[in-house]
């Protein structure tokens, strides 16, 4: 599939791929050929095996470059299933000044570490939040975690209701 991307003129915007161990740790290597690539849907199993180191978050975290190499155009990423995620890696990707408009979406489970969400963890995930990060972790049956954090520390505020018309 590789040479079917590297050879053609043609420019992929989006891009769902379904998987396991094995396609997680080459898909960096198909994702280098897409630099058109605008939405990009990663879902990945990896059923008891724990998951292999991402070179695929670290080439999305790079920094170094203010023209980035790989995949340029993206605005759009959805992570799930038990895809291997550190929610370490999350203020890494924003630092990156071409991803601070990215619409980052997880489906989690849990850490690669095997923990699951702590307050604190979601409290941090909160200020980025809060600093205009465009940022959503769901859970389960499309809880939103981070939202539900947001409630549960009695700070979320509802947007007012709108004010009715004036009678004429």
Not at 81 to 100: D, G, K, T, V, W
Request: proline share 8%.
């Amino acid at each position: 599939m590789k040479s079917l991307f590297e050879y053609s003129s043609f420019s992929l915007k989006n891009l769902t791929m379904t998987g396991d161990r094995d396609e997680y740790e080459k898909v960096h290597n198909l994702l280098r050929f897409l630099p058109s690539l605008e939405v990009l849907e990663l879902r990945c199993w990896f059923y008891y095996s724990r998951p292999p180191t991402g070179e695929l978050l670290d080439l999305l975290c790079e920094s170094s470059s203010e023209s980035p190499s790989f995949l340029p155009r993206l605005r759009n990423l959805n992570l799930g299933f038990s895809f291997p995620f550190s929610l370490e890696c999350i203020p890494r990707i924003f630092a990156s000044s071409h991803r601070q408009s990215l619409r980052l979406k997880i489906d989690y489970k849990r850490d690669i570490s095997g923990a699951h969400m702590t307050n604190e963890r979601a409290d941090q995930l909160l200020e980025l939040v809060d600093q205009g990060f465009d940022l959503t972790v769901i859970q389960g049956s499309n809880v939103d975690i981070l939202r539900e954090r947001r409630v549960n520390r009695g700070d979320f505020q509802t947007p007012p209701s709108p004010s009715p018309l004036p009678p004429v």
